[in-house]
């Protein structure tokens, strides 16, 4: 029977690895459950959990054969091999992955009978990426966060988000933000000037200090606003998303504060 394929954003159960004890028609039903979705969407292979079932059985294909691989475990990895990667839970989303090239698994065939593996290349990548979901896992999982992220704006923006993001829009806000780090810096030094001048020079610089920090609260103002409008204009910026820009927008601000409290006990 084909089954449906639990896809993002479905969530995945929380019933995973489940092993398995009984090598009866219960067994038999599954493992034809998988065949019959494996053909009827063209995969490669399929582990239970990818059709919401819990026990650690994964099944491939290759031309017109089947392999059954029951409560496999890899026991041993050999080399290295960089792979660029989708599976059916996250659609089209790839995600670079290292993998092993070569993996030694240990398994159960579908009578019980213990039975070893070597597998190599793309059987083995494809071998890892299905025991992985045995224990609840998806390509995201083997992902640093840095990358999880990256991949986690694919998901909401689509796959080719990461190709644009130098920006290919105005970066009018990254030149309001060197503006107002100009400013910041130019104020904090010419406080050292306090100790230099006479008290009509400082009235003069108390002013300057003062038009300089209304500049540089406006410009934040102006800072916040703007650099949402080139987020929504170009989602595939990483520098352009909303968390972004409130951070930087809330370092300028704090700046901006201990300026105002220097310039306070000064002057």
Do not use: H, W
């Not at 306090?194 to 920090?213: A, G, R, W």
């Amino acid at each position: 029977m084909i089954k449906e394929l639990i896809k993002y954003p479905q969530t995945l159960s929380k019933e995973f690895n489940a092993p398995v004890r009984f090598f009866n028609d219960e067994l038999q039903l599954l493992i034809e459950n998988l065949k019959d979705t494996i053909i009827e969407n063209n995969l490669d292979g399929l582990s239970a959990y990818q059709i919401n079932n819990p026990y650690n059985v994964v099944v491939t294909k290759k031309d017109d054969s089947f392999m059954v691989f029951v409560n496999p475990k890899i026991y041993q990895n050999n080399g290295k091999v960089s792979t660029k990667e989708t599976t059916t839970y996250f659609g089209d989303i790839t995600a670079e992955l290292t993998r092993s090239s070569e993996i030694k698994i240990v398994y159960e065939d579908e009578e019980g009978n213990t039975k070893y593996l070597t597998a190599t290349d793309d059987f083995a990548v494809l071998l890892q990426r299905k025991i992985d979901y045995t224990f609840g896992g998806t390509i995201r999982y083997r992902l640093s966060d840095k990358k999880q992220d990256e991949f986690d704006m694919k998901l909401e923006f689509g796959n080719d988000v990461l190709d644009n993001a130098n920006c290919t829009i105005s970066t009018f806000k990254d030149k309001i933000a060197n503006v107002i780090n100009y400013i910041i810096a130019f104020s904090f030094i010419s406080l050292f000037l306090v100790f230099f001048l006479d008290d009509k020079n400082l009235i003069i610089l108390n002013d300057v200090q003062n038009y300089s920090m209304i500049t540089i609260l406006a410009l934040i103002l102006i800072y916040i606003p703007y650099g949402y409008y080139e987020g929504q204009q170009n989602k595939g910026c990483t520098s352009c998303q909303i968390g972004n820009i409130l951070g930087t927008a809330f370092i300028s601000f704090i700046k901006l504060t201990v300026l105002v409290i220097i310039n306070y006990f000064i002057f």
